[in-house]
């Protein structure tokens, strides 16, 4: 199971920190990652890491400005979104893999419930 939380209502340029909390297995050999969707539109890539967090890839409109990292003493990975933008605004999904990761592509076995983040003009 994931869920998902650190969502909200945030103003241009502010920053949030989603977390995603991982149970019922041993999530610390799996690839994770963050994914966003608007309604209406696919599901987009955001923000990957490789099991050990050392290796991690991002989509072109967030490099630089999000930043994704990994707890696995506390199941937990992390996206840190630094100058949103109201373009930004979505719910956002964290998914793990068995694969060891990074994966680009929605191909995850496990996805969260999803937070919503809106970003204001």
């Known amino acids: 199971q994931l869920v998902e939380s650190g969502g909200g209502l945030v103003q241009a340029g502010d920053s949030l920190r989603l977390s995603c909390v991982a149970s019922?297995?041993?999530?610390?050999?799996?690839?994770m990652g963050w994914f966003r969707q608007v309604p209406g539109e696919e599901r987009e890539f955001v923000a990957a890491?490789?099991?050990?967090?050392?290796?991690?890839e991002y989509a072109d409109s967030v490099e630089g400005r999000f930043t994704i990292s990994r707890d696995n003493a506390r199941s937990t990975v992390y996206l840190q979104m630094d100058s949103l933008k109201p373009e930004d605004t979505a719910v956002y999904y964290c998914?793990?893999?068995?694969?060891?990761?990074?994966?680009?592509?929605?191909?995850?076995?496990?996805w969260g419930r999803g937070t919503q983040v809106t970003v204001s003009s």
């Open positions: 019922g297995r041993s999530f610390s050999s799996y690839g």
């Open positions: 890491t490789d099991w050990s967090g050392g290796t991690t």
């Open positions: 998914a793990a893999d068995p694969r060891p990761g990074p994966i680009v592509v929605a191909m995850y076995d496990y």
